[in-house]
């Protein structure tokens, strides 16, 4: 019985993780500004050394170091990764099992390499950088008609075109070819590995879901509302506490109209304790009380708080 349970909670967190459809969207926008800023890339600023040596550095650091730095920022920007360092935090992840922190950094993951695999599939269909890279590679004995005695320091050069000697010119179109034919072989080969992984994925999603497919849609959007009224009431209330406190040391706060209203409809406005603040701060994982379902750290915090029954409040906030 235990090991069905735990294996019930392990799937219900990995269906909390899975992207919603609103991620979907911001990925595909994500995806979308990617493409635009290879494309600028690759017309204003790629330019081949066409040297030996430095050409395999300069094609994988074209292609690698952009992917980097945007699996980096799409991991610093995921909310995920914040609970995740909350949790270990205030929580010491003791609640955390192997499955849920599985799941949890595969979601991190998945989210954040949208970005690079982009930049890494334009960058092999468009082939620049590939054939920069691989160019010095090329065996000119492979080619017909390519006369002998011709090397790497050669095959280096032809990423530009002014570069490569007038008696090799006319191989340019097919070592161009060749290369560009590998590079993009290569970028298709990965769009069906990612096609792949987000067919599986979905499947994943929907076998292992808590809840049917309208809650689930439900639940999504509750999150979303959530985080936008919470964000908006939060500047509120720091501006509210801020104006309060500088009216007391001044004995008077410069305010517009509306902050005047607003700050006297608010009177008393109180700083939020830090044990309220780490309750709702941290990993969620779907739970029901009675029946009910609880969407949310602040879903639960605020219906076991109006019980009034702090060992209660406390037991449950300590889980996921």
């Given at each position: ?32 500004g ?11 600023a ?5 040297s ?5 550095l ?76 691989l ?13 002998d ?13 002014e ?18 034919y ?10 069906a ?19 049917g ?8 959007e509750?999150?979303?509302s959530?985080k ?15 104006a ?14 509306e902050?005047?209203?607003?700050l ?11 044990t309220n ?6 990993v ?14 602040l879903?639960?915090w605020s219906?076991?708080?109006?019980g ?13």
């Amino acid at each position: 019985m235990a090991a069905a349970a735990l294996i019930t909670e392990n799937f219900k967190f990995v269906s909390l993780f899975f992207k919603s459809k609103d991620v979907m969207i911001f990925n595909g926008l994500i995806a979308l500004g990617t493409v635009a800023s290879q494309t600028a890339y690759n017309v204003f600023a790629f330019d081949c050394p066409c040297s030996v040596g430095r050409n395999y550095l300069y094609g994988l650091a074209a292609i690698g170091v952009p992917a980097l730095v945007f699996f980096l920022v799409g991991v610093m920007m995921n909310k995920s990764t914040w609970d995740l360092v909350s949790e270990c935090r205030l929580r010491s992840c003791r609640k955390l099992s192997g499955v849920a922190a599985f799941a949890l950094l595969g979601t991190i993951i998945g989210q954040a390499v949208v970005a690079p695999l982009t930049w890494v599939v334009i960058s092999l269909l468009q082939g620049k950088a590939y054939t920069c890279a691989l160019s010095e590679f090329t065996d000119p004995r492979t080619l017909e008609g390519f006369p002998d005695g011709h090397g790497s320091e050669v095959m280096a050069k032809f990423p530009c075109k002014e570069s490569v000697p007038e008696e090799l010119q006319k191989f340019l179109a097919a070592v161009e070819r060749r290369l560009k034919y590998e590079s993009q072989l290569i970028g298709w080969l990965l769009v069906a590995g990612m096609a792949l992984m987000v067919f599986l994925h979905l499947c994943l999603k929907r076998c292992s879901s808590p809840i049917g497919y309208l809650q689930e849609s439900y639940w999504s959007e509750y999150r979303s509302s959530e985080k936008t009224l919470f964000q908006n009431t939060a500047a509120a209330h720091a501006r509210i506490l801020a104006a309060q406190n500088v009216k007391s040391f001044f004995g008077f706060v410069a305010l517009d109209k509306e902050e005047e209203e607003q700050l006297a409809e608010q009177k008393n406005v109180a700083p939020i304790c830090s044990t309220n603040w780490d309750r709702v701060t941290g990993v969620y994982l779907y739970r029901e009380k009675n029946g009910l379902p609880l969407y949310s750290r602040l879903n639960k915090w605020s219906t076991y708080s109006l019980g009034n029954d702090m060992e209660t409040l406390e037991k449950e906030m300590d889980m996921l």
